[in-house]
């Protein structure tokens, strides 16, 4: 698959991932909107490799959200232990995954007919 492509999915999973935390985890963290931004992009290719490359064309989309969400809580929980005073509430973290994944939905679709080449809806 050529480069540009993977490049391409994931600005467009960053530009879904930085919305996104950063509304929500300022809101339920002590973390200003800067480190969560730096934490979608820090989030982002782990996420997009385990995810979406790694499970979406193997098990398909359902899996790969479940993956998603699965990921992200883990990050998400293990970046507050880095972050020391800066604790994300459970129901923040919660709320992000869930947003995170409703989304994730459609970048699944996006991905199977960019990427994969296949149809969307599968699995």
Do not use: C
Request: charge should be positive; charged fraction near 15%; proline fraction near 6%.
């Amino acid at each position: 698959m050529p480069v540009a492509r993977h490049i391409n999915a994931l600005i467009t999973k960053f530009l879904l991932f930085a919305p996104v935390m950063g509304v929500l985890l300022p809101a339920f963290s002590s973390l200003n909107v800067a480190e969560a931004i730096m934490t979608a992009l820090l989030m982002t290719p782990v996420v997009y490799i385990l995810a979406d490359v790694i499970v979406l064309p193997r098990q398909g989309t359902w899996a790969a959200m479940a993956a998603d969400i699965i990921v992200t809580i883990l990050l998400l929980w293990e970046a507050t232990t880095f972050l020391g005073e800066k604790v994300l509430a459970p129901p923040g973290t919660v709320l992000v995954a869930a947003t995170i994944g409703a989304g994730e939905w459609y970048f699944h679709q996006f991905l199977l007919r960019t990427l994969f080449n296949r149809r969307g809806r599968e699995k």
